[in-house]
Structure formats: structure tokens, C-alpha cells
């Protein structure tokens, strides 16, 4: 069988806490107005949380494809499943690493989309395990027996990842990132221009306020040098000014309250499941994209225009959604900003 040997766990790079930052377990800041009502602030995000956590660690009713295991190919198999630290994530596209003690590989391999992988050891014996996929990266030490083939759920532990939420104050990626167990950075948009970018792997940005010059060339020497931003929303509009002709936002703003999309990456719709996945935007205006570079990796689309991308720029990656979290997102929709945040 397969033993994780004691005190080392898989290793998941999370964020260095900031002052000021909240706790994994504390509640950060928000305004009421998004939440509703007079309650206290950090209360209201706090409930917010507890229901995408909630929906997370539910029995996935989309997933049914991701319920099994990999089938081993004899007891000298390592079969398992990589997970974010909260609820029943996948991370897909990890890259899967047996070493052994000498340090020269025994196997390696890719997870599917539903985070499931399966490697075959040479012979029994002790071995490290590496995963990593840009930003996410994980490592654990094995005892492979050659008794029987092993199956066990890896949850990565948050230790380094570094995540900055650019004017969140209590917004859809503070909530989403709270719900998932991943600690992050407050960011003023005011002080980008002057914040040093380079110790962070992804930049999260749904905020409303215009591109500035010195904003957005921030923003695009930040994924040139390797980052990874997270846009949601209207905050296309700085992707479409940083890289003009690469994600063109349509005309205008849409007033549709939903659409059904279809899941275009087999990644994504391994982890989904079959059907569609309906897109509700609470009736409220939301930016759609009219056209994208050729480059671009579309994830969902609905009447031929797409609604979740993830675009290579130079040695970074840019990643949009059409809609964001809201209390009313629904199972599926949050499965798939959260499937989207793992491939950054």
C-alpha cells in the first residue's frame, strides 16, 4: 500500500499572509451593499463564504464523471486525485512526478480534469511525489510497498502561494478565494503603480473603475514577467486597453438576466459533467466578449461567443469570465470559476 510519511503532507502554495490581510479562517472586510441588508460587514461575508464552502464540500451533483478513481494497472500503481484545500475542487493539468530517493524520475504523468492521476512505480520503495501546474505546486514523500495498488485524495496544503485581490474590499474573488481556503493580498488600485508585483503569482481584479495608463501598463508587465491575472466583468475593459485586439469586449453591455453555455474545454467538462451550465447574471448589465486571439484557450461559450477564457501573454496567462461570484451563483458556475482559478 501507499503511507504518506508523517509531517509531510502534499505541500499547496498558498499566499504569504499580509498585515492587514485576514486569516484562512478569518472574515475580511465588505461592503453591505453586496451582501444586503444592515448587518455587520464581516459577518455578511463570513455567511457568504460559509455557503460556497457549503456548496463545495456538498456531494457534487455536475461531477458524476469525477466520482471514480483512475483503474490501477497492478500493485505497484499510485493512484490518486489532487483537490484544493477546501471542498471537492480538482486541479487539472498538474504534472505528476515519482522520484526516487536518487533523484532521477520513475514516472510521471498529467491529471485529468477531474484532478485524478495514476503513476506505476519501477518497484516498491520510498519516493517523492511532485505536482505542479504554473502557480500550483505540491510535494510529498511515499512509501510504495508492491503489496497493493493505492488509492487516497492528496488535499494540498496552502504554504506559499501569493495572491493579490486589486480593490476587492469584501467582493466576489475575496468571497471565492475565502471559500476555497487560499489567503491573499489587498491591493489599492491607486498604489499599483508604485506596488512591487513581482512576488505575486496571480492578480485578481473585478473592480469598476477605469484603466488608467499607469495601471494597465502595470497589469501587462506583471503577466510579460510571468503572472497570472484573473479578470471577471466589466474589468475586461483592462485586458482590452493592455493588449488591444486580443480579448475584444462586444458593444455595448448585455442586459440578458442568463444564457446557457456549453463547456468547450475537455478539462472542464470532464469535471462538469454533460449538459449545459446556465450563466445567471442577476439581471444585471454584464461585458461580454466579441471576438478573441487566436491564441486563446476557450473553457465555456454560449451562442458562439465566448464567456470564460484563458489567453498566453508572453511567459504570463490572462484568465476572463463573463460573470463572477454572487450569492446566487449557482453549483456549477462557481465549479467553474474555481476549475478556472486552478489552471492560473
Not at 496571480?202 to 477605469?210: A, E
Request: glycine share 12%.
Amino acid at each position: 500500500m501507499l503511507c504518506r510519511l508523517q509531517n509531510l503532507p502534499l505541500l499547496f502554495v498558498a499566499v504569504l499572509l499580509a498585515a492587514g490581510c485576514p486569516s484562512a479562517a478569518g472574515k475580511p472586510p465588505g461592503p453591505k451593499s453586496l451582501f444586503g441588508g444592515g448587518d455587520d460587514e464581516a459577518e455578511a461575508v463570513g455567511r457568504a463564504q460559509a455557503k460556497v464552502r457549503a456548496e463545495l464540500e456538498a456531494p457534487s451533483k455536475s461531477g458524476g464523471r469525477c466520482s471514480g478513481w483512475l483503474r490501477p494497472k497492478g500493485n505497484l500503481s499510485v493512484v490518486g486525485r489532487v483537490l484544493m484545500p477546501k471542498g471537492d475542487v480538482p486541479i487539472a493539468n498538474v504534472n505528476v512526478r515519482l522520484i526516487k530517493l536518487s533523484g532521477a524520475e520513475a514516472a510521471s504523468g498529467l491529471t485529468d480534469g477531474c484532478g485524478r492521476f495514476l503513476l506505476t512505480a519501477p518497484e516498491a520503495g520510498s519516493y517523492t511525489l511532485k505536482a505542479a501546474v504554473r502557480s500550483f505546486k505540491a510535494e510529498a514523500e511515499f512509501l510504495v510497498d508492491g503489496m497493493n495498488p493505492a488509492k487516497e485524495t492528496l488535499r494540498v496544503e496552502p504554504t506559499g502561494l501569493q495572491i493579490g485581490v486589486v480593490d476587492g474590499e469584501g467582493g466576489p474573488d475575496e468571497v471565492l478565494l475565502g471559500a476555497l481556503g487560499l489567503r491573499y493580498t489587498k491591493l489599492p488600485i491607486a498604489r499599483l503603480p508604485w506596488t512591487k508585483l513581482s512576488k505575486y503569482d496571480i492578480l485578481m481584479v473585478s473592480g469598476k473603475d477605469q484603466p488608467a495608463s499607469k495601471v494597465v501598463e502595470k497589469l501587462r508587465g506583471f503577466v510579460q514577467h510571468g503572472g497570472a491575472l484573473f479578470l471577471t466583468g466589466i474589468s475586461l475593459a483592462f485586458a482590452a486597453e493592455a493588449w488591444p485586439g486580443k480579448l475584444t469586449p462586444a458593444d455595448g453591455r448585455s442586459v440578458t438576466s442568463s444564457v446557457d453555455a456549453t463547456p468547450v474545454d475537455k478539462a472542464l467538462a470532464a469535471y462538469l459533467g454533460s449538459g449545459p451550465v446556465k450563466l445567471s447574471f442577476g439581471g444585471t448589465a454584464w461585458t461580454g466578449l466579441q471576438a478573441v486571439d487566436g491564441q486563446a484557450r476557450v473553457l465555456l461559450a454560449a451562442e458562439k461567443k465566448p464567456h470564460m477564457v484563458l489567453l498566453p501573454l508572453g511567459r504570463g496567462v490572462v484568465a476572463f469570465s463573463t460573470f463572477h461570484y454572487t450569492p446566487d451563483t449557482s453549483e456549477r458556475m462557481l465549479s467553474a470559476l474555481s476549475f478556472m482559478l486552478s489552471r492560473l
